[in-house]
């Protein structure tokens, strides 16, 4: 039995077992008067790749915080991988996110620093204290770095400034500061939406072929149903904070495609809200 | 639709309880300048008068003494190690002030009030008022220097540096905050390497301004040039000190050099497209080594090679940066920092024991400068007070009657031909150049007219500061505006004024405000070395140990200050 086999088996018995993320009754609320997310129930289970759908404005960005505690739920629970996110604090939260790596849509990386230590900031999490240059990161770290960067494309190029690259490499650094992180999940909030359509199925691809290496549980949220259902397991569609769709892309043939545009889609009339 | 029966009879809006007295105060700012030129005797014949001083004085400077070049390098050494030093420690201070005002960073709300309260209140004492505390407390030398000048930049650096943090942008830090980095990591490694070059600039900016402030602390008693130069002028060894004093101002135009071109590198640091000439060399020399290699084999291989990681010998990835010239260069800056570090706190002889007595005391001696008093002098300060304020509303007016037409000439979009703007603005540089603080001293004591040299010595830093300001924010404006207004048949004159001048007064108003508020404080200092005005009074109040005195002068110039910046906040508003 190959390692990958094994992780296979080990993904369905923890099936079986526990969702990797669970939202029950889960509300936010901005203010008094913007409601991100309304009452959202939803189980994740290990090894899932959850394409998170709907418009700008659905709730998509606020669900993915939620899971990274960078956001806190105004009721309901949040469990990711068996702890509650909501009432996590300080040092247990650091851990928890340490097992999560996050790619965003904007990369959020820093220009003016080298591709290298933008991938070494990824492991602060397990580091103690701040660090400033390149060089204050242990060489274990910028090993580990590198190694990330070798599986992102971009070993060649690790001491150049990161705003020299273009959008896609910038993006695969981020996933390679993600990475470094060793997460058992990955969330990512548009990561190919500021790209152009080649560098685009290049990130979703690389992010796919991570996820079935290190069997990652990935929630990624998408607004281009194409994309969602050639990369995802499952689809799970936001509208106005309310969970409209949730089916596993298996089950979904082509004529049903358009019925998922207007179940995200405020456009179409008659469909659940 | 409805028409309007009753057209209104007026073409100008009703004016407004605002604009109304804005107008007021401007004018009244005018009528007061104009009083202040006058009452200053600022014209025509006591120019002629001070030029006959002049030539009798400049009899009395030549031979210039310089001292002996052993000394010479031994005072340049201990005022600059000073000047480093305080620099440092309030960049030091700084960014915790800092971290603590901006509103990105700040751990919470009464924190950021308190940092807000700290970067006013050392801006507004003046470095020379703190010089006086330290020295009392920590005696004669260098740390009461490091300390005052440390302290009173933090007004500077602390809110420049908060103005960093915020305009950083918060995704990396988001990002590593995801990633499980704790405050302290978030901070170190998101926020301060977008600032860092807006950081190493103000510094050095700084670093020029307490050059030239720590020639002033050398008249109440800090070592170094300043005090070797007030003790020649004080004798009355006009040959010495003047010698002095011409030698700050070339070694303030020397450091300004060099920081300006360090400053210079550090920002452009931001934009990687600047090349020079010698990485277009580089890059020329590559592409020639590619085609030498093989052209199509390159091509097709691109995708591999691409991939392909530097290692060490032993197989491993290299891990550490090449050693190219900008990362061997940066090295030597840095070891070049930390040796000039070392030998500045060798050089400043900080006595630890003398310190921590000196912060024993502190309680009592802050008590001598508490409560306030007048020394029975009040009504004198007032008018001492008064005194200072005209000559900081004297150079100004004089400043902006000349910067208004140097500043539009060097606009470019306003000056008749490029090489006038350029030639103006080379001019506006050259001006700037002028440190104002010593070139006052100069003025003050070769004139011997007190109050009317302070004012038109300082009036030539307003000049540079006003014209720069003037040329650039005209040069911001919008061209289609003065094109549309040229479409419509006007000539030159009416598209400057009622285009191009119109769109800028606004920041125009705002910098004469700003200009006015740093005179005050300018023209405070100059009393100091004898242009008359409050800050005499403050000297000797500090000599003869009133100190209480010396705390009601700050109070009264702390008040003079606000007011102005109150009024320049308000008039803002209402014409923005």
Not at chain 1, 199 to 223: F, G, K, W, Y
Not at chain 2, 88 to 94: A, K, Q
Not at chain 2, 164 to 187: H, K, N
Request: glycine content about 10%; some cysteine.
């Amino acid at each position: 039995m190959t390692d990958s086999d094994h992780s296979r088996l080990g993904a369905s018995i923890d099936k079986i077992l526990r969702p990797t993320i669970s939202l029950s009754g889960v509300t936010k609320q901005f203010g008094p008067d913007l409601r991100a997310l309304d009452d959202v129930s939803l189980e994740v289970y290990p090894g899932e790749v959850v394409a998170l759908l709907g418009l700008s404005g659905s709730g998509k960005s606020t669900l993915l915080r939620l899971l990274d505690g960078l956001h806190l739920p105004t009721s309901g629970t949040v469990q990711v991988l068996g702890q509650d996110v909501g009432t996590a604090r300080g040092r247990e939260l650091r851990a928890l996110r340490r097992k999560v790596g996050f790619v965003f849509q904007q990369f959020h990386l820093v220009g003016s620093m080298t591709v290298l230590e933008n991938v070494c900031t990824g492991a602060l999490g397990s580091l103690r204290g701040p660090r400033f240059g390149l060089m204050s990161y242990p060489k274990s770290v910028r090993l580990a770095a590198m190694e990330q960067l070798d599986r992102v494309g971009l070993a060649d190029r690790p001491f150049q400034r990161a705003d020299t690259l273009s959008g896609g490499q910038q993006q695969r650094v981020a996933v390679a500061r993600a990475l470094i992180q060793k997460p058992r999940i990955l969330l990512a909030d548009e990561p190919v939406a500021s790209l152009d359509p080649e560098s685009s199925a290049q990130v979703m691809a690389l992010i796919s072929r991570i996820a079935s290496e290190d069997s990652l549980t990935v929630v990624c949220s998408l607004h281009q149903v194409d994309l969602a259902l050639s990369w995802g397991h499952r689809l799970v569609g936001l509208r106005g904070g309310s969970l409209v769709l949730d089916k596993p892309v298996s089950q979904i043939d082509k004529n049903e495609t358009m019925s998922i545009y207007s179940a995200v889609e405020p456009v179409s009339v008659g469909q659940p809200v | 639709m409805t028409l309007l029966t009753n057209p209104p009879r007026s073409t100008l809006p009703r004016p407004t309880w605002q604009t109304v007295s804005v107008n007021v105060i401007l004018f009244g700012l005018f009528a007061a300048s104009l009083w202040a030129v006058a009452d200053l005797k600022i014209n025509v014949a006591t120019i002629i008068d001070s030029a006959d001083n002049a030539v009798s004085f400049v009899g009395r400077i030549f031979p210039l003494d310089f001292p002996p070049i052993g000394e010479l390098v031994t005072m340049t050494a201990q005022t600059l190690g000073i000047v480093l030093l305080a620099t440092v420690l309030s960049v030091i201070l700084s960014m915790f002030v800092a971290l603590a005002a901006a509103h990105n960073t700040t751990p919470g709300t009464a924190l950021r009030w308190g940092a807000r309260a700290i970067i006013v209140v050392t801006r507004t004492i003046p470095e020379l008022v703190l010089a006086i505390l330290f020295l009392r407390l920590f005696g004669l030398g260098a740390v009461a220097g490091i300390l005052a000048l440390g302290l009173h930049s933090i007004g500077m650096v602390g809110k420049l540096y908060a103005d960093a943090i915020e305009d950083t942008d918060p995704g990396p830090r988001d990002a590593l905050r995801a990633a499980g980095a704790s405050w302290w990591q978030q901070i170190v490694g998101g926020v301060f390497p977008q600032a860092m070059p807006a950081f190493v600039a103000t510094a050095l900016h700084r670093f020029d301004i307490n050059l030239r402030a720590s020639v002033i602390l050398g008249y109440v008693g800090v070592s170094g040039i300043g005090l070797e130069l007030s003790g020649a002028l004080r004798t009355m060894n006009y040959q010495r000190g003047m010698a002095l004093a011409l030698f700050v101002v070339a070694l303030c135009i020397v450091v300004e050099l060099i920081s300006g071109a360090l400053r210079k590198m550090v920002l452009g640091d931001q934009a990687p497209a600047h090349r020079t000439i010698w990485t277009r060399m580089r890059e020329k020399v590559a592409t020639a080594q590619n085609g030498w290699l093989d052209r199509g084999a390159a091509a097709t291989s691109e995708a591999r090679a691409r991939t392909a990681a530097a290692r060490t010998a032993d197989g491993n990835y290299r891990v550490s940066p090449p050693w190219t010239g900008e990362r061997i260069r940066r090295t030597i800056y840095v070891v070049l920092f930390a040796l000039a570090l070392v030998f500045a706190t060798w050089g400043a002889q900080i006595d630890l024991s003398r310190m921590a007595d000196g912060f024993g005391s502190m309680f009592n001696t802050l008590s001598l400068f508490f409560p306030p008093g007048t020394g029975g002098i009040g009504s004198e300060l007032w008018e001492q007070l008064l005194v200072t304020v005209q000559i900081a509303l004297a150079a100004t007016f004089i400043g902006l009657v000349v910067a208004v037409p140097v500043g539009l000439l060097a606009a470019r979009n306003v000056a008749p031909t490029p090489g006038i703007a350029k030639g103006f603005r080379i001019f506006i540089v050259a001006v700037r150049g002028i440190p104002d603080l010593i070139f006052a001293i100069i003025v003050i004591v070769v004139t011997g007219l007190g109050a009317t040299a302070g004012a038109i010595a300082l009036s030539v830093g307003a000049i540079g500061l006003l014209s720069k300001l003037i040329a650039d924010s005209v040069e911001e404006t919008d061209v289609r505006v003065q094109q549309a207004v040229l479409a419509g048949g006007a000539t030159r004159m009416q598209v400057l004024i009622g285009a191009t001048v119109r769109q800028s007064g606004p920041a125009i108003v705002a910098h004469i405000f700003y200009q006015l508020d740093s005179n005050i404080r300018a023209a405070t200092l100059l009393g100091v070395v004898g242009a008359g005005g409050i800050g005499f009074y403050l000297m000797n109040a500090a000599r003869v140990m009133q100190f209480d005195v010396v705390t009601m002068v700050v109070v009264m110039i702390f008040v003079v200050v606000m007011a102005v910046e109150g009024l320049a906040i308000w008039v803002r508003r209402a014409i923005s």
